[in-house]
């Protein structure tokens, strides 16, 4: 929904977004340039996002402090909730972290000094931001800081927290957070301490291949802090940031005053140009014990007997160790494309990933997955070079020769990957291109946005009466760079299912003769232009009989990494 203007604010350019778009616009009657925030009808539709786009203009717009975003108007036009905010320019503090823009310790601190001044304001008037990280805070040319994103804060009277619902970003969440225990201020206390690790240091504190990994470490593993003494960071910061991020929240600072006090001591020091005071307070911690030099001789001693006796002595299984180093470096030697008569075909790389709704950890070798859905172009060929009849309707349009083709049978499929020296992707396999190594819940992450995929609530395809050319929207991409895996059209996989009386029942009414639960059912995945987008669309999967042919199914092809296809 792109608009000229609303009300008295006129919209001079679009900014972006997702659930809510949000434009630069000038309030005509005072002249001021600001930022319109307006709920888009996918928005509208999703209580969620409505109840967070409500909280956040409520709660910023009762606030007034020079270090948090001001949020001048907000109401309803024509029934759609929108808020008028401060216009600045700048960063956002993640673009300033990956672009380095703050190059030493002082200027750190004096950022840190600002946010903590926020946060220690909006704790003073009972809210709970519980969603603090370096994206939610800006930073304007000038070198002004402003706290944003007050969507899911919490107040005395008021919180959109339900049952079962973890809110927060994975790697600011405190541990009580993660268990879905009572959140008070010590949660935004805890994300203050992960948020000054990652600005000192570029890197967030735990390293982690997916979401459960992160919260394990979150729960169960101590912060490291030698990246913050390579850094030479303050030794009281230090230990301040170890303080924050305790476990037990009852161990981390009672507000952000005490925060703000230490702070502002190692700034004002620092700021001083005292070189020993400075040296000293930058000074890495304490002497290692007597007894951990001697265990660190022992080890020394240790490491260079089993130098000389690898040096020396000839090693046992030493052919089987060089096949297997070989056949590592051949799996790390892979091209990251591959290209096919039919297309070109993207890696996914060996190893373990989560898989299915309870996430297994699985196995599984590298293998080329088509980027694209098979066109009706490439579909064409193979039906004239094998003699294969065209589907039911196949548009024979030059406009129509880039979309995916569809009404094709897992039968037709199948028969298709042979001809391309390919095969139709087993469950796990399309489950990893999908998801990648991290369980992803959608290919572009973790939350559900239907504007990122073909699929019926995206505004952009509301009434769209087929598929869009494939690879088109390119915000579908997955890990792997694989498109459409959430949408566009449903894709056959070759995994075997067991139907339920209820699609056998469906299916009686849509085929002839009617399938039984004898015949050969199969999975399709993914998402299609006639749905809106699934929930979890990663991991759900449909059994539909092999026989079926459908409006909105396609496919894709995989090959093994060793394979030479067409």
Same mark, same amino acid.
């Given at each position: 929904?792109?608009?000229?203007?609303?009300?008295?604010?006129?919209?001079?350019?679009?900014?972006?977004?997702?659930?809510?778009?949000?434009?630069?616009?000038?309030?005509?009657?005072?002249n001021r340039v600001v930022v319109v925030k307006i709920l888009t009808d996918s928005g509208m539709h999703d209580e969620d996002t409505k109840k967070r786009f409500l909280r956040e203009a409520q709660?910023?717009?009762?606030?007034?402090?020079?270090?948090?975003?001001?949020?001048?108007d907000f109401g309803e036009h024509d029934g759609r909730p929108y808020m008028v905010m401060e216009y600045l320019e700048g960063n956002d503090l993640r673009a300033s972290i990956q672009q380095k823009e703050l190059p030493d310790v002082l200027s750190k601190l004096r950022v840190l000094v600002q946010l903590v001044r926020?946060?220690?304001?909006?704790?003073?008037?009972?809210?709970?931001?519980?969603?603090?990280?370096?994206?939610?805070?800006?930073?304007? &040319?000038g070198g002004q800081v402003k706290?944003?994103? $007050? +969507?899911?804060?919490? @107040?005395?009277?008021?919180?959109?927290?339900? /049952?079962?619902?973890?809110?927060g970003t994975p790697y600011y969440m405190a541990p009580e957070q993660v268990t879905s225990k009572d959140v008070n201020e010590k949660a935004d206390i805890y994300a203050f301490g992960i948020v000054m690790f990652e600005l000192f240091t570029g890197v967030k504190p735990f390293q982690a291949q997916n979401v459960h990994e992160v919260f394990f470490k979150i729960l169960n593993e101590a912060l490291d802090p030698a990246p913050l003494v390579e850094a030479r960071v303050p030794t009281n910061v230090i230990?301040?940031?170890?303080?924050?991020?305790? &476990?037990?929240?009852?161990?981390?600072?009672?507000? $952000? +005053?005490?925060?703000? @006090?230490?702070?502002?001591?190692?700034?004002? /020091?620092?700021?001083?140009?005292?070189?020993?005071?400075?040296?000293?307070?930058?000074?890495?911690?304490?002497?290692?014990?007597?007894?951990a030099w001697i265990a660190g001789g022992i080890a020394a001693v240790l490491i260079i007997v089993l130098l000389i006796v690898n040096l020396v002595l000839p090693r046992a299984g030493t052919k089987q160790e060089a096949k297997k180093e070989d056949a590592q470096a051949s799996v790390q030697e892979l091209p990251a494309n591959l290209k096919t008569m039919t297309g070109d075909m993207v890696l996914v790389k060996e190893g373990d990933f989560l898989f299915g709704e309870e996430n297994q950890k699985r196995a599984q070798k590298s293998f080329y997955i088509?980027?694209?859905?098979? /066109?009706?172009?490439?579909?064409?060929?193979?039906a004239m070079e094998r003699g294969w009849p065209l589907p039911d309707g196949f548009p024979e349009a030059d406009t129509a020769k880039n979309l995916p083709v569809v009404n094709v049978s897992f039968v037709d499929a199948r028969e298709f990957a042979s001809w391309a020296g390919k095969r139709l992707p087993y469950a796990v396999e399309w489950e990893k291109a999908a998801r990648g190594t991290m369980g992803r819940t959608y290919p572009w992450g973790y939350e559900h946005l239907p504007e990122m995929a073909v699929v019926a609530d995206n505004e952009k395809f509301k009434g769209s009466k087929g598929p869009q050319p494939v690879g088109s929207w390119a915000n579908s991409d997955s890990t792997y760079k694989a498109k459409d895996l959430a949408g566009n059209v449903f894709e056959w996989v070759d995994e075997r299912t067991a139907p339920s009386a209820a699609a056998v029942k469906n299916f009686g009414s849509l085929m002839k003769p009617p399938p039984t639960d004898q015949d050969l059912w199969v999975?399709?995945?993914?998402?299609?232009?006639?749905?809106?987008?699934?929930?979890?669309?990663?991991?759900?999967?449909?059994?539909?009989?092999?026989?079926?042919?459908?409006?909105?199914?396609?496919?894709?092809?995989?090959v093994d990494a060793t394979a030479k296809p067409r």
């Open positions: 929904m792109q608009q000229q203007q609303l009300g008295k604010y006129k919209f001079e350019q679009f900014l972006g977004g997702g659930m809510s778009h949000v434009y630069k616009a000038r309030d005509t009657l005072i709660t910023a717009g009762a606030i007034s402090h020079e270090n948090i975003i001001r949020v001048y926020a946060m220690k304001h909006i704790q003073e008037l009972g809210i709970v931001h519980r969603d603090l990280k370096p994206d939610n805070v800006f930073m304007s &040319k706290l944003m994103d $007050f +969507g899911i804060a919490k @107040t005395k009277d008021l919180s959109i927290t339900r /049952t079962g619902y973890t809110l230990e301040l940031i170890k303080k924050c991020t305790e &476990k037990d929240q009852a161990k981390r600072p009672d507000g $952000f +005053g005490e925060i703000i @006090t230490e702070l502002e001591a190692v700034l004002h /020091t620092m700021e001083s140009g005292d070189e020993k005071t400075i040296t000293q307070l930058t000074k890495p911690k304490p002497e290692i014990p007597r007894i088509d980027a694209n859905e098979v /066109t009706n172009e490439m579909y064409k060929r193979f999975q399709i995945r993914g998402g299609s232009f006639l749905r809106p987008l699934d929930k979890n669309v990663s991991v759900q999967f449909a059994s539909v009989p092999s026989a079926f042919k459908g409006p909105d199914i396609g496919f894709r092809c995989v």
